[in-house]
Each structure stands twice: as C-alpha cells, then as structure tokens.
C-alpha cells in the first residue's frame, strides 16, 4: 500500500492514548478509550534498569505518580504498584499493551532514547516479534532510527523533529535535528513527525516526498490552521473526525 494511503498519513493518533481528567495518559484505559473512537495510538518506551520496557513518558516519576525516582534506575518490581494520577491505573509494561491492544488499532511507538542506540532497540524489535497489529516506530534520534533501518527494514519508522529549544541539547545538536540533517544518510525516514507549532517551515517542506504527521494538536484552532499543511496529527483535547 502507498504510504499516504495507509494509517499513518489517514487515521488520526490520539497522544499518549485517549485521556482525559478520570483517565491517566499512557493507560490502559486511555488505550481502550482510543480503540472505542476509532482512534490510532501514540505511545512512549522507556527502559528500566533491569531491562524492562515500560509505557511512559517521563524521565522520571514525578508528574504521573507523585513518587521520587528516574526510570532508568527502577527495577519493575519498583514500580509495578504505583498508581497513575491517583486512579486505578498503573504503568505498563511494553508486553501488557500489546497484548491488550492486541492489533485493535495501530500504533506510533516513540523510542525515547537520546543515549548509546543498540541494546534498547534490540529489546523493543523482540517484543514487536509475532505483533500482527499495524504499527510504526518514530525517534529523535536519528541513530535509533537507523538501526530500525539496518535491523529492521520492514518496519516503517518515522523522524521525530521541531525548532529544539528547550531540548537542553548542545547547540550543533539542536540544529541538526531541527534541520533533520541526518535524513538522507542516517534515518532515511518513511515519515516526519514535526511539532505543530513550528509548522510551516522550510526543512519539512524538503520531504514533500513523505507523510508529515503534526504534534501535538491541542486545540480546535490549531487543528484548523495546521491540517491543510500536514496528512495527519497527533491530538489531544480535542475529537478530530475519523
């Protein structure tokens, strides 16, 4: 199938699952909430220290589970009780949510790794072995992004960009990644994923060749005034049409 006939570019993706005040971000819940509309899903992976892959945005534990603590220095038996947002919901893991959402509705699947590309990536294609849902990966880093290339060529994968300034990256790094520089020669992306916000601008435009996802759509305003530059967004707060 062409690609700007397949989800990726038609069916729009709801960010971190279909959430809302009762339901936590990157639950469960949100997951199903999502399937019911009609909705594909976006979802972040992170690693623990003992290698295993969870569900969640954030470096650190605060913000979802009011709990102290990084990630990447928690074991599952450190956080398999926590509770997101004072509700019945808990983090899971990578294995739980594709064994509920069980092919129901595709996935984006954001590697959330800035580090040392290898071992992570190689966990996350084990996991996605025998997964007969549709789904496609996407990173900012680029070098995550080509060892899908070189390991997994099958699997779509997408670059994940915006202007950077508050990526407390390195200047030279920052630039780059807003520029996609690396594109052509390192990712060799099937689809860019760009922050809304920053669209229009003069590097998505290069890639006319490809899908452009917008992210993240928040309200009825900026979905007006960004989807006749883009095929598909990411969304939260609002119900676009499917």
Known sequence: MNIFQSWIATKPIAHRGLHNAEIPELSLASFENAINNNYAIEIDLRALSDGTIVVFHDETLGRMTG??????????????????????????????????????????????????????????????????GEFAIQSFNPYSLEWFKINAPHIKRGQLSSNMKNSGLPFFKRLALRRMSLNKKVSEP?????????????????????????????????????????????????????
């Open 190 to 242: 099937n689809f860019i994923a760009y922050h809304s916000p920053d669209l229009p601008n003069k590097y998505v435009k290069k890639y006319k060749n490809l899908p452009l996802i917008a992210w993240c759509i928040r309200t009825n305003e900026e979905y007006d005034r960004v989807k006749k530059l883009c095929d598909n967004i990411v969304f939260e707060n609002i119900t676009p049409l499917v």
């Open 67 to 132: 709990q102290d603590g990084y990630l990447s220095n928690l074991r599952y038996d450190d956080i398999k009780d926590l509770r997101l947002l004072k509700s019945k919901e808990k983090i899971p893991t990578f294995a739980q949510t594709l064994k509920f959402i069980a092919g129901r509705t595709p996935l984006l699947i954001e590697i959330k790794n800035m580090g040392k590309v290898g071992d992570f990536e190689k966990a996350v294609l084990k996991e996605l072995q025998g997964y007969k």
